[in-house]
């Protein structure tokens, strides 16, 4: 829900705000807090990979960081560059529709089990949902190459990096100090490309407090809970319920920008609302097909 006050935030703010400006401070602000968090916390080991741990067993922690860190700062050129050639609803579609799949699919070939039936269908109406919500916003959108693979490069790039945070928490790191590594690197990473952009919008008051919400709210306190999440939850499914980032921007527009939904979003957001409920109700351990861990979905 954090996730989905983006959108909102920069509606409110100045008219110059631009999206890859705001992208970029967001990852330099909200990184630099959870990075922050390394002056006071210290992973807790980590220990030896478990058995789960499969194809990053031999990784050594501080590559992985690096994975996860690049994966944060190569989301957002990517996802700006969907919205900008395929638009915003395509384009957001894309990306947060394909960001399951991929995650799913890369823990399974790390993990070497099937994420579950649970996960499968919970993920196909999610998707779906998504579609519906956004369906006829973007009529007569052409489909651009670069821009479609922009977007999926966004979901794979969201993937790498849920994947990677799973895996340090599953090796013993604190999920604060996670974050904190993940996106404190990312941070620095990102201070050329905010650089870069025109940044007169942050002299402003309405300035300063969507770069604020974006740094603190989206991306500190939002990864955060994320972090949290993923110490119960497999990278799938944490993945998937992310999915009401959309929803939660649907409300906002309806709700404070005066934006209509109509029919078929409306329907997308129950749709979803759904899905995410199928994710979180602890099914019956013979409906996780593949052994799905026992965390997944809990």
């Known amino acids: ?25 967001r990852i ?32 050594p922690t501080v590559a992985l960081v690096v994975i996860g860190a ?20 395509v384009g957001t579609i894309v990306a947060l529709g394909s960001a399951p799949v991929f995650t799913g699919i890369a823990e399974w070939i790390v993990s070497r089990r099937f994420p579950g ?21 973007e009529a007569g959108v052409t489909v651009d190459p670069a821009g479609l693979g922009g977007s999926l490069l966004a979901g794979a790039s969201y993937g790498v990096y849920a994947l990677v945070a799973k895996v340090l928490i599953t090796r013993g790191a604190d999920p604060a ?3 904190g590594a993940l996106f404190g690197l990312a941070a620095l990473a990102s201070i050329p490309l905010a650089l870069g952009t025109d940044l007169r919008w942050l002299t402003t008051v309405d300035g300063v407090a969507v770069a604020l919400w974006l740094g603190v709210v989206t991306t500190a306190v939002a990864y955060l809970l994320f972090g949290r999440g993923l110490a119960g939850l497999s990278a799938s499914s944490a993945s998937s319920i992310t999915l009401a980032e959309p929803l939660t ?45 026992a965390g997944d979905g809990a």
């Open 1 to 25: 829900m954090c996730f989905g006050t983006t959108g909102t935030a920069l509606a409110l703010g100045p008219a110059d705000v631009s999206p890859v400006g705001a992208g970029a401070i």
């Open 28 to 59: 330099v602000l909200g990184g630099a807090i959870l990075g922050g968090l390394l002056l006071v916390r210290r992973p807790s080991g980590p220990p030896p990979p478990p058995d789960g741990d499969g194809a990053t067993r031999r990784i």
């Open 117 to 137: 039936l649970v996960w499968t269908v919970a993920t196909i109406v999610a998707v779906g949902g998504v579609a519906l919500l956004a369906s006829g916003t």
């Open 70 to 89: 690049l994966a944060v700062v190569a989301y957002q050129p990517a996802f700006f560059l969907g919205t900008t050639r395929i638009g915003v609803a």
């Open 249 to 293: 921007a649907a409300l906002l527009g309806l709700l404070l920008l005066g934006e209509r939904l109509g029919l078929s979003a409306l329907a997308g957001v129950v749709v979803i609302a759904l899905a995410i409920v199928v994710l979180v109700v602890p099914w019956p351990r013979i409906a996780r097909s593949g052994r799905a861990s």
């Open 177 to 179: 100090w996670t974050m």
